[in-house]
């Protein structure tokens, strides 16, 4: 895991962002912030519905065209994104300065047009290749994402190709043009798992030579622990906790972080049920009193019914939104699937560096 | 970022709350109703609504007129009293309220026995054509074994043209009544078997039909439970659409020469009176009049069956 | 490819052959007095009896079959009895033919011109005014009987705007309002498809990718959207090409133009039978080669297609 950076390279300052669904209002993000760092890898993580796909979209000008950035800013390359009001300032950002790549390969591709075409397609918009220099341009690039014969494969259609081999292609189309950012929206839930593996390491290797920052969305850990250095916990639309990927595993300090590590099957005690977290998020059309994960919270204190938790630090990288890391809060020892993770990753620790020695 | 509290907050906020397992639930429950989701959206459709009114209330007067007071048969000639003529072409007035036409019959009266003769046809042909379609399409796509066959019956039966069919057996059968519903009614069904088979091979091979193949579900049951919901939005699209396809095809046969009698006044025999003599203004009435019914009709069994798939398609749901 | 052509012409043909017999014996069925029209009671039964032997009605339905098919295999479709008597049926159906296609093709290219441009702009400008006018244009078109919209269309048309009403096909002014009304139909019908087609093809996930690569909504509309939606609806043009060799039986009979439309109905009106056997041979012909074409079309624009067997219903 490489060190925290310094360089903020995009700086999302309290977002809000809401919906107009069927003549109701409904807030998908609550006011939110957070900073990628350069060169990082970032996962958001959360259940579904927590807003992680709302919120990464606003970096696009994706949202549905009944959503809007109510407040809040969105800071790129001195830009406030989400102060952008029509199409005509994304088209110097989407694809170019920052890319998506989408979860869905099989559908995410013009079943009509060959792969070379819809990658040479990026390269002539942004770059203006003519024909002849984009086709040659996207051969390349198909080779170096991993798809054989691609001087050949690039005149085949998607549906001539498996599934890990059209996400290589999305990967590649998302890749032409050397983005600062590259955004994966669950990029590997709808592959095999040994595809997986694949796909991010190609993306590691890519972002690697590209020198860009990779901000993954999943509610998968695993992958999360496979490639994230920092990672971002979403709960109803806002981040509840936030530090590198160690401490958010090791040291987690939100009850929703502990829930939702305690739910991963691996971690399961032998012998005793495996856990799942009652309940279901709350309805985001009313304003939410206090925390929101507290009507699902065993850990849960008056005063979050109340009012919200401000984010406290646990060290300068790691922080977490929740009361109980207030002074005048109980102590409370996390789960015992928790403590059993630190323990066996102290032990591992331990074991490795005696066995340094 | 941590904050500084500003203000004091109450120490005892800071123990532990009573956790309530249930109120997790609570919070995320709602309730959805297939059958409500439909009705409420069908009813936030302005223009729909406004066409089922008018529908309901054409429809309602259609069978009440007869029994108004003041009404005169369709069929018989008005002959005035003063002169003893026949009272032919008379421009609406107080007397005859839609006018009279080329042999001195009530406008008014030959209307509304007009749009009940035609609705009756459309109805008929109608219910005809949901109830083979639905049980053909059905076994068709449901039961694998039937498909090659069926599928060669519908292709030749899809292949006649259906101006042929209706020619044929109207010159057959003889120009009538029964002809012309039992023609209709064996060309018509066809479209909507093939909706019905399309659909219910889409989702024939879905879990939750293996699964009930399994149980050992009657395959009647299966089609009646588990398949037939979902095409309910298909079927009633297709049968609301019959009705101005059936009125069309009447005016057709009309125009043919092929219709019913000229004793028996429907809308597709008065559009063709009219048509005759539509070349002169001040007769121009008698075509108007058919024409006006007939689109209200028409215009409404379309919008209203289109709006209702559409509100029924889960996808417009609340 | 070979194979599959094959295939498909081999069904084709038995298909044909099964509804030409069909209306073949139906034909059959069909009083014999309607084969003297008016003078029926006026001849005698000898007279009688050799009229129907000389129109070959006398023999056995399946000899009567055979000698239609063993003339048909020398490129023979028969003589006309009764509509024009013992002219061949070639004749009769020749100079007609044109006028029906002329106004057809011309109907249906106009049709797709303005209907296609109509429909993609209804799918863009979704919910707003053009959008509920086509709608209304297209609810109209297919709600109420062509016969009906048809007839208003000649009323007000000529006297409107000085258009003559009957068909002469040396005034030129005379064939404006009889093509515009044959595109009618098809206006609604390809705007109605193609906005369909666009908005379902709006909301799939490629379109997605397409903007996320940086591509104006323009550019998305006319190189993704539109070319994608235009696709299913590429197999039923050959058929409507095709298909104008039918006529309309109500605008060539509303501005009496000398076409194919009226001819049918005709024939069968007076029981010509060889012309009836021969125009249904030549329709279901058309309507099955169209419908072959429009396969292959779709096979050509569609890479996802493979010509294997002839999928489900026709």
């Given at each position: ?357 | ?174 120009p009538g009544f029964r002809t012309m519903i039992i023609a209709m009614c064996l060309t018509g069904w066809l479209g909507l078997a093939r909706f019905v088979r399309n659909q219910i091979v889409i989702i024939r091979d879905r879990e939750y039909n293996l699964a009930s193949r399994c149980l050992g579900t009657p395959t009647r049951r299966i089609i009646g439970r588990n398949l037939l919901p979902y095409l309910v939005s298909v079927i009633m699209l297709q049968t609301a659409l019959s009705i101005p396809g059936t009125i069309g095809w009447e005016v057709f046969l009309t125009y043919i020469g092929l219709g019913l009698p000229v004793s028996i ?54 | ?237 050959p058929a409507a090409i095709l298909s104008t060799i039918s006529g309309s039986i109500y605008i060539e009979s509303l501005y009496s133009i000398p076409g194919m439309g009226g001819l049918l109905v005709d024939v069968i009106q007076r029981q010509d039978n060889p012309m009836v056997q021969a125009l249904v041979l030549i329709f279901s012909s058309v309507g099955i080669i169209g419908l072959f074409l429009g396969d292959i079309l779709m096979a050509i624009f569609d890479p996802r297609i493979k010509l294997v067997k002839g999928e489900g219903a026709r």
């Amino acid at each position: 895991m490489a060190d925290i950076a310094e360089e903020i390279v995009l700086d999302v300052k309290d977002i809000v962002i809401k919906f107009n669904l069927r003549g109701q209002a409904l807030t998908a993000i609550r006011g939110t912030s957070l900073d990628v760092r350069k060169g990082e890898t970032l996962a958001i993580v959360g259940e579904s519905g927590s807003g992680k796909s709302v919120l990464t979209k606003s970096f696009l000008g994706m949202l549905d065209k009944n959503g809007w950035v109510d407040s809040g800013s969105v800071l790129f390359e001195g830009q406030d994104l989400a102060a952008f009001r029509d199409e005509k300032p994304w088209l110097s950002i989407r694809g170019k300065k920052i890319s998506m790549v989408f979860q869905d390969p099989m559908t995410s591709l013009n079943p009509l047009k060959n792969v070379g075409a819809q990658i040479a397609e990026v390269y002539a918009l942004h770059r203006g290749y003519g024909a002849k220099q984009a086709t040659a341009a996207a051969i390349e690039l198909l080779d170096r994402v991993g798809i054989p014969e691609a001087g050949k494969r690039h005149r085949q259609y998607p549906h001539e190709f498996s599934g890990g081999m059209r996400q290589r292609v999305v990967i590649a189309i998302a890749m032409a043009c050397a983005p600062r950012i590259l955004i994966c929206d669950e990029p590997t839930t709808a592959l095999d798992v040994t595809i997986q593996a694949q796909i991010l390491d190609l993306i590691r290797s890519l972002q690697r030579e590209y020198d860009f920052t990779t901000i993954y969305i999943t509610h998968d850990l695993g992958v999360v622990a496979n490639v994230a250095d920092r990672v971002a916990v979403m709960y109803a639309g806002k981040i509840v906790e936030c530090g590198s990927a160690e401490e958010v595993f090791y040291d987690p300090r939100h009850p929703y972080t502990w829930a939702l590590l305690s739910s991963l099957p691996q971690l399961g005690i032998k012998g005793k049920p495996l856990f799942s977290i009652k309940g279901t998020p709350p309805s985001l059309f009313k304003t939410i009193e206090g925390d929101a994960f507290s009507a699902r919270n065993p850990y849960a204190l008056k005063i979050d019914f109340l009012r919200e938790p401000p984010r406290f630090q646990v060290s300068p990288s790691h922080w977490a939104a929740t009361w109980l890391l207030d002074p005048r809060a109980p102590k409370v020892e996390p789960p015992e699937i928790i403590r059993n993770l630190r323990e066996s990753r102290q032990a591992q620790d331990a074991w490795f560096s005696g066995s340094k020695a | 970022m941590s904050d500084r509290l500003p203000e004091a907050i109450d120490p005892s906020l800071f123990e532990f709350a009573e956790f309530d397992e249930g109120a997790g639930e609570r919070i995320g429950y709602s309730d959805y109703s297939y059958w409500k989701s439909t009705f409420k959206v069908f009813l936030k459709n302005r223009m729909a609504l406004h066409l089922l009114i008018v529908l309901i209330a054409l429809l309602l007067f259609t069978f009440v007129q007869p029994l108004l007071p003041g009404q005169n048969s369709p069929t018989k000639i008005n002959i005035d009293p003063a002169t003893s003529v026949q009272m032919r072409n008379k421009p609406p007035d107080s007397t005859f309220w839609f006018g009279t036409n080329s042999i001195g019959q009530d406008l008014w009266a030959r209307i509304w026995s007009g749009t009940r003769t035609s609705l009756l046809i459309g109805l008929i042909v109608g219910f005809f054509e949901m109830l083979v379609g639905i049980i053909y399409g059905a076994l068709w796509g449901y039961v694998r074994k039937l498909d090659r066959a069926m599928t060669e019956v519908y292709n030749v039966l899809n292949n006649i043209p259906t101006t042929i069919i209706l020619l044929l057996m109207a010159y057959i059968l003889r120009p009538g009544f029964r002809t012309m519903i039992i023609a209709m009614c064996l060309t018509g069904w066809l479209g909507l078997a093939r909706f019905v088979r399309n659909q219910i091979v889409i989702i024939r091979d879905r879990e939750y039909n293996l699964a009930s193949r399994c149980l050992g579900t009657p395959t009647r049951r299966i089609i009646g439970r588990n398949l037939l919901p979902y095409l309910v939005s298909v079927i009633m699209l297709q049968t609301a659409l019959s009705i101005p396809g059936t009125i069309g095809w009447e005016v057709f046969l009309t125009y043919i020469g092929l219709g019913l009698p000229v004793s028996i006044p429907s809308l597709g025999n008065l559009v063709n009176e009219g048509r005759l003599i539509m070349m002169s203004p001040d007769l121009r009435y008698q075509l108007i009049f058919p024409t006006i019914v007939l689109s209200i009709i028409t215009i409404s069994f379309y919008v209203l069956g289109n709006a209702f798939a559409d509100a029924s398609d889960p996808r417009n749901h609340v | 490819m070979i194979r599959y052509v094959l295939k498909r012409f081999l069904q084709s043909m038995i298909t044909l052959f099964i509804v030409v017999s069909m209306v073949f014996l139906l034909m059959r069925l069909l009083p014999l007095e309607g084969y003297f029209g008016d003078g029926y009671d006026k001849l005698s039964a000898v007279q009688k009896t050799a009229a129907l032997e000389r129109m070959g009605l006398l023999d056995p339905w399946y000899s009567q079959l055979g000698h239609f098919y063993l003339k048909l295999a020398r490129g023979d479709l028969g003589t006309s009895i009764i509509y024009r008597r013992d002219v061949p049926v070639t004749e009769v159906i020749a100079p007609r033919i044109p006028y029906s296609m002329y106004f057809g093709i011309t109907a249906t290219l106009m049709a797709l011109v303005l209907g296609l441009t109509l429909g993609v702009f209804m799918a863009r400008k979704k919910g707003k005014t053009l959008d509920r006018a086509g709608t209304a244009y297209i609810v109209l078109i297919n709600a109420v009987p062509s016969a009906v919209y048809l007839l208003f269309i000649q009323l007000y048309g000529t006297s409107l705007f000085n258009l003559p009403i009957l068909f002469d096909r040396y005034r030129v002014k005379s064939w404006i309002l009889p093509a515009i009304s044959l595109s009618l139909g098809g206006v609604a019908g390809y705007a109605m498809w193609i906005r369909r087609y666009m908005v379902d093809e709006l909301n799939k996930d490629y379109i997605k990718l397409a903007r996320a690569k940086g591509l104006p909504e323009k550019l998305i509309m006319i190189r993704h959207v539109m070319r994608n939606a235009f696709v299913p609806m590429a197999q039923y043009l050959p058929a409507a090409i095709l298909s104008t060799i039918s006529g309309s039986i109500y605008i060539e009979s509303l501005y009496s133009i000398p076409g194919m439309g009226g001819l049918l109905v005709d024939v069968i009106q007076r029981q010509d039978n060889p012309m009836v056997q021969a125009l249904v041979l030549i329709f279901s012909s058309v309507g099955i080669i169209g419908l072959f074409l429009g396969d292959i079309l779709m096979a050509i624009f569609d890479p996802r297609i493979k010509l294997v067997k002839g999928e489900g219903a026709r």
